[in-house]
């Protein structure tokens, strides 16, 4: 009898630090996911906000070239990736041309403009 005693007392004991350890085991994993997914967030809620900016540079881009009277009346592509804004089209001379490209670089947010206006007269 005296064995099947500390058979029947050693198994929940047992059982019990199985349970601890599996608990522990799960709590664990459960905080690496939940940082993972935070980390995942922060990072998709910062790509959103640089979409958002970007919009934005482009929109004041585009909006400080329509009221140039030299430039309004040309189609300007503007684009911006990254705070790095691209300007395609034509421009009616390198006056304005050079003028799209300081108009670009005094939108906030905006870290360099690659300008690509063909000058055609």
Request: hydrophobic letters at 50%; aromatic letters at 2%.
């Given at each position: 009898?005296?064995n099947?005693?500390?058979?029947?007392i050693?198994?929940?004991?047992s059982r019990?630090w199985?349970?601890?350890?599996?608990a522990?085991?799960?709590?664990?994993?459960?905080?690496?996911?939940?940082?993972n997914?935070k980390?995942?967030?922060?990072?998709?809620?910062?790509?959103?906000s640089?979409?958002v900016?970007d919009?934005a540079?482009?929109a004041s881009?585009s909006a400080?070239l329509?009221?140039?009277?030299?430039?309004?009346?040309i189609k300007?592509?503007?684009?911006t990736?990254?705070?790095?804004?691209?300007l395609?089209?034509?421009?009616p001379?390198?006056?304005?041309?050079?003028r799209?490209e300081?108009?670009?670089k005094?939108?906030q947010?905006v870290?360099?403009?690659?300008?690509q206006?063909e000058?055609?007269s």
């Amino acid at each position: 009898m005296n064995n099947i005693r500390r058979t029947t007392i050693a198994m929940p004991f047992s059982r019990a630090w199985l349970a601890v350890l599996l608990a522990g085991a799960a709590l664990t994993l459960a905080a690496c996911d939940n940082a993972n997914v935070k980390e995942a967030a922060k990072e998709a809620g910062a790509a959103m906000s640089a979409t958002v900016d970007d919009a934005a540079i482009t929109a004041s881009v585009s909006a400080g070239l329509a009221k140039d009277p030299d430039l309004s009346a040309i189609k300007i592509d503007v684009d911006t990736k990254g705070g790095v804004v691209s300007l395609k089209g034509p421009a009616p001379t390198a006056a304005a041309r050079a003028r799209a490209e300081e108009i670009a670089k005094g939108v906030q947010g905006v870290t360099s403009v690659n300008n690509q206006l063909e000058v055609r007269s």
